[in-house]
């Protein structure tokens, strides 16, 4: 939170949308358990676990050193090796698209303009987190994570 610049100040924000998302729907959760919309929510909140559990895997598999002690990173990211495979070899922040696919199942629990505005503002958080994380990575990375970005995308395989 300190480090303005830093993704874990925007994902902080993002955590806070999605927390009160979360709160503002959860009366709604299992309403019309059968209906289409709850059925696709269920179905994009179940694809936000894979992409959680694939992504982390990853980074838990990753080499590390001691030389990343930033502290906007939590201990599994710490990696010393740029992580390219598995999921990574699509998109280069499963991590974050799985808090985009949460954010966007939870909205679709009770749609409302309440809920509309804390999705876009926890995408919004996302996404500026995502930017500030290249950043990041490119100063520690260099020249490997900028080739890394030319052949994957941000969130959606082949298009974003």
Not at 42 to 71: M, P
Not at 107 to 129: R, T
Request: include cysteine; glycine fraction near 4%.
């Amino acid at each position: 939170m300190r480090n303005i610049r830093s993704h874990g100040f925007f994902r902080f924000f993002a955590w806070e949308a999605i927390v009160a998302l979360l709160l503002w729907n959860l009366p709604y959760w299992f309403t019309a358990p059968f209906s289409a919309r709850q059925s696709l929510s269920w179905l994009i909140l179940f694809g936000s676990l894979y992409l959680l559990w694939q992504g982390a895997a990853q980074l838990l598999r990753a080499k590390r050193s001691g030389s990343r002690n930033e502290s906007e990173l939590y201990a599994f990211e710490r990696t010393s090796e740029l992580v390219t495979s598995g999921i990574y070899r699509y998109i280069r922040h499963p991590l974050y698209t799985s808090l985009l696919y949460f954010t966007w199942g939870a909205f679709l629990k009770d749609i409302s303009w309440v809920s509309f505005i804390l999705g876009l503002a926890a995408s919004a958080s996302l996404v500026a987190a995502a930017k500030a994380d290249e950043k990041e990575c490119i100063q520690y990375f260099g020249d490997p994570y900028r080739q890394y970005m030319k052949y994957t995308k941000r969130f959606i395989p082949f298009l974003f």
